[in-house]
């Protein structure tokens, strides 16, 4: 192992995935402090003047970003760090925030040929008066991770008036068409895509990988490698190493995907996002594709430490 160094571990924040980042982030500090790393732990908080104080303060060699969502996985937090001179792990400005823009995203990954759902943005006042697409169809917050706030719509379904009146997510939406089958995604550690994990949501109410079947115990099932056509696995691993590339991404990142096997002699895979900030949680999916790789949890947490730089 490196040289043991001082590490600041930044988690809970601000968004909607606080919860999730604060058992990211205490997670990954335990397993960095079993290594000799001298561990801090700080709370990005609403006030930037105290975050900056508590940073200045700790002398880190390198933050850990544990922040999910908005102002920790979008480029502003990526940001403060520059302008502060640390060195961070994950993506930097550029790469975060375009992927975190599910429609800026979208424009990278058509302009790099990779394989996207066909699909617009919208103002959400007109998903009131009508489809903007021939239902079953998905709509999307453009800048929130998690699956938070993303709605099916499908034929017959009187639930668009719904939608709108409880959205809280800005003025516009991703509509895309709603692509059948199943759900499997692709971490990547650097230029190395891990494994194909095959994601099956469990008990009541799932249709699809939402917030409560990526977190909570027993949402899901996953399954690695996934039991699918090797030629379909090796694309899906080749559009994750793709797209980790095209956003500029660092460190590791993970790509989510819908495979549409409805015709097994013609399967569709479809990419969705890539997360540049893969949870860290006991159940999450990046942590047990490295494992699966023979990569363990301290092991995937050093790696991360390793590859952080200061994009100043």
Avoid at 28 to 39: F, Y
Avoid at 210 to 227: C, F, I, T, V
Avoid at 276 to 284: D, E, K, L, R, V
Wanted: include cysteine.
């Amino acid at each position: 192992m490196n040289t043991a160094k001082r590490i600041t571990v930044l988690m809970g924040g601000m968004s909607s995935e606080r919860t999730v980042s604060l058992s990211s982030g205490h997670g990954v500090a335990e397993a960095l402090r079993s290594l000799g790393h001298t561990v801090s732990t700080l709370d990005a908080g609403a006030d930037l003047g105290v975050l900056v104080a508590e940073l200045g303060a700790q002398k880190p060699d390198v933050v850990f970003n544990a922040l999910h969502g908005r102002f920790g996985e979008d480029g502003c937090i990526q940001g403060i760090l520059d302008w502060m001179g640390l060195a961070y792990t994950h993506s930097g400005v550029r790469a975060s925030a375009t992927a975190m823009d599910k429609a800026a995203a979208r424009a990278t990954f058509v302009s790099a040929g990779l394989p996207v759902a066909p699909g617009r943005v919208i103002d959400i006042s007109e998903l009131e008066a009508g489809d903007p697409l021939p239902a079953p169809y998905v709509v999307k917050p453009v800048c929130e991770g998690s699956s938070v706030g993303v709605s099916i719509v499908r034929p017959g379904a009187n639930v668009r008036a719904r939608i709108v009146r409880d959205w809280t997510f800005g003025p516009q939406a991703l509509v895309e068409e709603f692509i059948p089958g199943r759900e499997i995604t692709v971490g990547v550690m650097g230029d190395r895509a891990l494994t194909v994990t095959d994601i099956t949501p469990t008990g009541n109410g799932h249709d699809f990988y939402d917030y409560d079947a990526k977190y909570n115990a027993g949402g899901s099932r996953h399954e690695l490698p996934a039991r699918i056509a090797p030629d379909v696995a090796e694309q899906a691993l080749d559009v994750a190493v793709a797209a980790h590339r095209a956003l500029g991404c660092s460190g590791a990142s993970r790509s989510d995907f819908r495979l549409d096997d409805t015709n097994p002699d013609a399967p569709r895979l479809i990419l969705l996002e890539v997360n540049t900030q893969p949870g860290m949680t006991a159940t999450s999916l990046l942590p047990e594709q490295a494992a699966y790789c023979g990569i363990s949890y301290p092991e995937l947490c050093n790696w991360l430490v390793e590859q952080a730089t200061c994009r100043q």
